[in-house]
T-cell receptor, first 111, second 114 residues
Framework: GQQLNQSPQSMFIQEGEDVSMNCTSS?????WLWYKQEPGEGPVLLIA?????ELTSNGRLTAQFGITRKDSFLNISASIPSDVGIYFC???????????FGTGTRLTIIP | DTGVSQDPRHKITKRGQNVTFRCDPI?????LYWYRQTLGQGPEFLTY????????KSRLLSDRFSAERPKGSFSTLEIQRTEQGDSAMYLC????????????FGSGTRLTVV
């Protein structure tokens, strides 16, 4: 099935650094969602975006819905050890209940 | 309510055996979804229910797979004649109404076919 392209695939950063990742699609979505998944667990919703150009924050996380509706970005400021995990974007369209997920960005924090 | 519950958490089975997984959604949620996630990939949609009605099935759901939600509450996913390619994490999620607020996922059932 289709998967959205996320970059980078993995990131190795030091605690306190800021993180940026993005997600691109060949098709338009009405809603963009960002999830975090930790080992052995299901994805947990971080941020939902509903309007092109929208910028939404959740604590140290900020996400943007691209104006073309084909991309989205997630930034994490001042990273901490508990930010470690895999971050997935997902797109959703009206009238279609299935989420299309990205390939994931694995975040590792170097001590 | 403790969220979406899946059972078992892990299952190891021999090729050719049948397996069944259970999902208990958040109690007031009327929509229930099944996804499959293979190593290094994002989850992929399999099927979803609104109450007891199965409304959509992915082409990933071969005829060896069947899902039910008999009373509109818990759901089961059965895989018959398992193959090594069925090894994956099977995730269940639920939502109240549409999924536009992002549905709540369970912790998944990890299936290993040997």
């Amino acid at each position: 099935g289709q998967q959205l392209n996320q970059s980078p695939q993995s990131m190795f950063i030091q605690e306190g650094e800021d993180v940026s990742m993005n997600c691109t699609s060949s098709s338009i979505f009405n809603t963009w969602l960002w999830y975090k998944q930790e080992p052995g667990e299901g994805p947990v919703l971080l941020i939902a975006l509903y309007k092109a150009g929208e910028l939404t924050s959740n604590g140290r996380l900020t996400a943007q819905f691209g104006i073309t509706r084909k991309d989205s970005f997630l930034n994490i400021s001042a990273s901490i050890p508990s930010d470690v995990g895999i971050y997935f974007c997902a797109g959703l369209n009206f009238g279609n209940e299935k989420l299309t997920f990205g390939t994931g960005t694995r975040l590792t924090i170097i001590p | 309510d403790t969220g979406v519950s899946q059972d078992p958490r892990h299952k190891i089975t021999k090729r050719g055996q049948n397996v069944t997984f259970r999902c208990d959604p958040i109690s007031e949620h009327n929509r229930l979804y099944w996804y499959r996630q293979t190593l290094g990939q994002g989850p992929e949609f399999l099927t979803y229910f609104q109450n007891e009605a199965q409304l959509e099935k992915s082409r990933l759901l071969s005829d060896r797979f069947s899902a039910e939600r008999p009373k509109g509450s818990f759901s089961t996913l059965e895989i018959q004649r398992t193959e090594q390619g069925d090894s994956a994490m099977y995730l269940c999620a639920s939502s109240l109404g549409t999924g536009f607020n992002g549905y709540t996922f369970g912790s998944g059932t990890r299936l290993t076919v040997v």
